[in-house]
């Protein structure tokens, strides 16, 4: 019996959010004096638990605004849980929103030192495979030009290179593959299938009903915070259909 | 905390050179320009002021240049700090990296071009005859204490930024009032009466100020500053320290 990887225990991400917009200190101390500092909570994340085990490759299902991409920011570790608790047992990788975290002056080849160090690479191991992400992310003379001038697909994929190069036991894609063209989906593809036969754990979310099932063999459902289903792909999406279908 | 750090050592390394790097990229003088801009700035103060202001007991050149040098890194690297989170938004939101190196890191590429910067005070102070002694060892104390007090504030206004983004003005203000009750350009005991002259005093920047130009000039320290600039300078470090630990979980909410 595989051990678990990830285990989701009792969480739940609120968000109070003034009900104004407040952000100037004057406002603030105004409405603090008249006591109209008003909060709304909102759930983006309410009470869910489930756990991964090792070689699991979890599909995320719901809607927009069902909670998915909050769920991965907090197992990613960017976002706190209000409540409840996520354990995690081994490397993770988040692969949220390719590429924005660049420093768009610096050129690629420079960007693959700075986001590597934000990953926790060495100096010695980007070296090492520096080779390797040019290689995969397929820039040609791109490489020293600044970051700013790249389209969104050069920015993907060289996102996606740097990323993927670590072997991480947990890989987290948020709608990776929304960008990038036929060519480039078909080889990240080809490179995440190779991590699941190195036995990677993978959290994948997804608006393609085909890749998702093609990819993952285990899905949840989401639906405005709640774990909804847990099991099955088909199972899922057959959930999935019912409430989709139920708002229409 | 101490392992993190050691883990996001090699970070806090890629960050300072990426301010430093992109600081002076696509400019034909580079990094020349931190020498070249505290000269240039020295000898329009000199130029203005001399006549003016300048009834100093000691060489005014050095005078002028060893204030506006601990002043201009105190200024840029509040600055900075003050920035730091917000600027860095973008990485926040995707990796998780521990909050306070984007601050560090900010006051720290700002302070290595500082140190490369006292080349040029050296050079002026050979030149106009000011030579190192024994109390120039000192300076270490007020070099190492203007960086904790700028590390600290940069947590503090780093923190406040990111939920009022107001500071970013009200801050602009504070230094120009700190950069006049600073005595850069003139001595304080000529603007300053016996009433107010607790005003600069009670200004922690000036007695950073103070001590360095103590220790340049080769003078005893003055211990009442020094005590004053090593106790502030810590309370603010801690303060900053726990206030960015209290708040950074929501900082995600406000970027």
Same mark, same amino acid.
């Given at each position: ?108 080849a420079e960007n693959i ?118 099991g099955d792909l088909d ?14 | ?100 190196? !984007?601050?560090l890191s900010c006051v720290? +590429?700002?302070?290595?071009?500082? =140190?490369?910067? *006292?080349?040029? $005070?050296? /050079? @002026? ?60 350009? !003139? ?5 300053? +009466?016996?009433?107010?002259?607790? =005003?600069?005093? *009670?200004?922690? $920047?000036? /007695? @950073? ?47």
């Amino acid at each position: 019996m595989a051990a678990d990887i990830i285990s989701v225990e009792n969480l739940s991400v609120r968000f109070r959010m003034p009900e104004q917009k407040v952000d100037n200190f004057k406002e603030y101390l105004i409405r603090i004096l008249k006591r109209k500092l008003k909060y709304k909570e909102f759930n983006a994340i309410n009470n869910i638990s489930f756990s991964i085990k090792k070689g699991d490759r979890l599909g995320v299902v719901g809607a927009n605004g069902a909670g998915k991409s909050t769920l991965l920011k907090v197992i990613a570790g960017v976002l706190k849980a209000s409540e409840g608790t996520v354990k995690r047992n081994g490397k993770v990788v988040p692969l949220l929103e390719l590429g924005a975290g660049f420093e768009m002056q610096y050129t690629g080849a420079e960007n693959i030192y700075l986001y590597g160090a934000m990953l926790g690479y060495s100096k010695a191991f980007i070296d090492e495979k520096y080779k390797e992400i040019v290689d995969f992310a397929d820039l040609g003379d791109f490489i020293n030009v600044p970051v700013k001038n790249y389209s969104s697909g050069m920015r993907t994929r060289l996102g996606f290179a740097i990323v993927t190069v670590v072997e991480p036991d947990i890989l987290i894609l948020d709608e990776v593959f929304a960008v990038g063209d036929a060519k480039f989906r078909e080889k990240s593809e080809k490179k995440i299938r190779d991590m699941f036969e190195k036995g990677a754990t993978v959290i994948f979310v997804s608006h393609n009903e085909d890749q998702v099932k093609r990819l993952c063999n285990r899905g949840i459902l989401l639906d405005h915070g709640k774990l909804i289903a847990d099991g099955d792909l088909d199972e899922v999406y057959g959930k999935y259909h019912e409430i989709t279908n139920k708002i229409k | 905390m101490f392992k993190t750090f050691k883990k996001y050592q090699y970070l806090l390394y890629e960050l300072v050179k990426k301010d430093i790097k992109l600081k002076y990229r696509n400019s034909y003088l580079g990094v020349i320009w931190t020498l070249l801009e505290p000269l240039l700035t020295m000898l329009v103060l000199v130029a203005v002021f001399s006549r003016l202001l300048g009834k100093t007991t000691t060489d005014y050149a050095v005078y002028v240049l060893s204030g506006r040098l601990i002043y201009s890194f105190f200024s840029n690297g509040t600055k900075a700090g003050l920035k730091s989170v917000r600027s860095h938004a973008a990485m926040i939101k995707k990796v998780y990296v521990p909050k306070y190196m !984007y601050t560090l890191s900010c006051v720290s +590429s700002g302070y290595i071009m500082f =140190l490369i910067s *006292l080349i040029v $005070l050296v /050079a @002026v102070a050979l030149v106009r005859g000011v030579y190192p002694n024994v109390y120039t060892l000192l300076a270490v104390i007020p070099l190492a204490t203007v960086y904790v007090m700028t590390l600290g504030l940069g947590l503090i206004l780093a923190t406040l930024d990111v939920f009022f983004r107001d500071f970013e003005y009200l801050w602009g203000i504070a230094l120009m009032l700190i950069m006049y009750m600073s005595g850069i350009f !003139y001595e304080v005991a000529d603007v300053a +009466s016996e009433k107010t002259i607790w =005003l600069f005093k *009670l200004n922690p $920047l000036y /007695a @950073v100020i103070e001590n360095f130009r103590n220790a340049v000039f080769g003078v005893a320290p003055n211990m009442e500053a020094t005590w004053f600039s090593l106790g502030f300078s810590g309370v603010v470090l801690l303060i900053g320290l726990f206030v960015f630990y209290r708040k950074q979980d929501d900082f995600i909410l406000h970027l």
